[in-house]
Structures are given as C-alpha cells and as structure tokens.
C-alpha cells in the first residue's frame, strides 16, 4: 500500500456526483485517455471491457471513458448492464487488457464511479492507481495538450448481450449443489442484478420471486437492496413458510445480504461463518484460514476458532481483503 494520499481513487475506485468533478465531461474523457495511455504496449491494438449499472448518468459516462480509451486506439467493448463481478470475470475470461465499471455501487442514484480492473480481474493496486491520477491531474493542468478536439467521436456502445450471457453460464455450470427447490426472495436494488439475477435463477431452476427489479435510472438503492435488508427480511418472516430464502443485492451487485427463512437478517460475518465450515468440512479451506477486515465482530473469529479456522484482518475494502488472501494463499474471505 503507498504512503502517498490518492484524491481520486478510494478505497473502490472514482467516486463523486454525475456532472461535477471527477465525474465531468472533461474529467471523464481524461480518466479514459490515460487508462488507455498506460495499458501495456506489448499489443499493438489493447482490448477494454466496459460495463455500468443503471443509473440515468451511466451511459453518458461510459460512452465519454470509452471516446478517451479509443483516442489511444484501444478497441473498447461495451456488456452493457451488468454486475461488476461479471465485468471482473470477463477481463480475465476473455484476456482483455482492463475492465471498467461505472457504478457507485451502494450509492443514491446521482452519484457514480468508475472502477477499474487489470486484465487478471483484480482491481488496481493504490501505487498503480496514484500514478495514473498523478498523470490525470497534468492533463488537467495542460488541457491544451490533450486530443479531445481531434478524437473522433463514436456512437454510444451498444451493449453485447453474449459476454452477459457467458458470465451468467459461467455462474451456472459453477454451482454444483441442487438448489432447484429453493423459493427465494430476491431484491434487486433497481440495479444491475435486476437484468442479471432473473437469469441466473431460472437457469438454475429456483424458484424465485424479484422485488425492485424495474430500474428507471432514479430509483436505483432507493430504500432497498443491500443497505436495507430488513425489507426482504420483513415479507419473508410475514410470508408464512413461503420462502426458505432471502437475498438482497446492491446497486452493482457485488454485494450481497441475506436473510433466513424466519425472517432475521444474516449479515456477512454470517456467511463468512458458513461457508468457512462448509468449505473446511470439504477440505477446500486452505490453511484452515480465513481474510476478514478490521470490522468484522469478533464473536466470528471466536466461533471460527471454535470449529477449528484461524481468521486474519485487513483494512476495510474488498481488494484489501483480496491482496491479503494473495499473500497468504487462503481461499476465502469477505466484509461484513
């Protein structure tokens, strides 16, 4: 991890309100021109993957990275709407150089991000983040020297409902237990599991009923999803029996909460706790070990220890978990 402070990149890539900085026109054409100055030259025609989630500014944001990675000559692709795992998988599945996700994630409907992923499908390490925002504020400095004007300018990338689908039957042929007779409750955040999830669960034969699943580019998070689980977990505990499950995902689905069958919420320290003992019992869990963050409870590490399974800390974010399950070769790990 750098000692240097990043201002644009966080802790899960480029935040900020749709039409004010970073997130401007000219900013958002910059951030793509340098991502496709700084991809490896060690192919004369780099290959980007892009997708977004449904908020209203998505597509203009997109469309504005994706007219920067071509001024380079980088060939962009666009999935459309999909889940940021989903971009994750396809940059490394289908060997592009990068993907980028415009998302703010769990955020109201006027924000948006950018995030950005290597061709191995993880997210950028700070010191490779700090230097391509170093050379983004220069640009900012000198606009004069940037090639918008002559960038020739390209339509708004329609969406390849293929790469979606590969990822979905990448997600189906890696679920091996018969999950055919589940009824779930799903919620779908009015984001991007509302166009994957329906999918995803028929191909598995569940059985399941969608909530906030009619994105309209504002209702996004909006009193639902992962941020409030409650909700599923209310009309489950009141469905009598009707459901054995409830999932509540966020705005670009990489998140997710889930409640039981009597209605009470398991947040994921619950899960980390499940799947570590499913896993040791199948003799998956390397090490007997699992990565979780510095807010994780610390009744999990107690019940952990309790079956066996040592449990490590890292700073709060998703690719400090990962960079921790790297360097000690352990299998799983998650946020609360």
């Not at 510095?294 to 998703?318: K, W």
């Amino acid at each position: 991890m750098t000692s240097q402070k990043r201002e644009l990149f966080g802790t899960d890539g480029i935040r900020g309100v749709a039409g004010e900085f970073p997130l401007t026109k000219e900013s958002t054409f910059l951030i793509g021109r340098e991502l496709g100055h700084d991809l490896p030259r060690s192919r004369p025609r780099a290959r980007v993957i892009i997708g977004q989630d449904t908020r209203e500014s998505s597509r203009w944001i997109a469309d504005r990275v994706a007219l920067g990675l071509t001024s380079c000559g980088v060939e962009v692709q666009s999935a459309g709407v999909i889940t940021t795992p989903g971009v994750a998988y396809l940059a490394r599945s289908r060997k592009y150089e990068a993907g980028v996700v415009i998302s703010a994630s769990h955020n109201p409907w006027m924000d948006n991000g950018i995030k950005v992923f290597s061709g191995d499908g993880f997210k950028l390490p700070d010191s490779h983040e700090l230097a391509i925002e170093q050379e983004i504020f220069s640009l900012l400095r000198d606009p004069g020297h940037h090639n918008e004007a002559t960038a020739k300018a390209t339509p708004t990338l329609p969406g390849d409902a293929g790469l979606r689908a590969a990822y979905i039957g990448w997600l189906r042929e890696n679920i091996s237990a018969d999950v055919s007779g589940l009824r779930v409750l799903v919620d779908c955040a009015n984001g991007a599991a509302a166009v994957e999830a329906p999918e995803v669960f028929r191909e598995c034969h569940v059985h399941a009923s969608f909530v906030q699943a009619s994105p309209d580019g504002k209702n996004i998070n909006k009193q639902c999803g992962a941020l409030h689980p409650e909700n599923v977990a209310l009309s489950i505990g009141g469905s009598k029996g009707a459901f054995d499950l409830g999932i509540t995902f966020d705005g670009d689905a990489d998140r997710a909460l889930f409640s039981d069958a009597a209605g009470h919420v398991v947040n994921g320290d619950g899960v980390l706790l499940l799947a570590a003992r499913d896993m040791k019992a199948r003799g998956v869990l390397r090490g007997n070990t699992i990565v979780a963050t510095t807010m994780s409870n610390m009744g999990l590490e107690i019940a952990l220890r309790n079956s066996g399974i040592s449990m490590q800390r890292a700073n709060v974010g998703d690719k400090y978990v990962l960079e921790q399950m790297l360097k000690t070769g352990a299998t799983l790990g998650g946020e609360q």
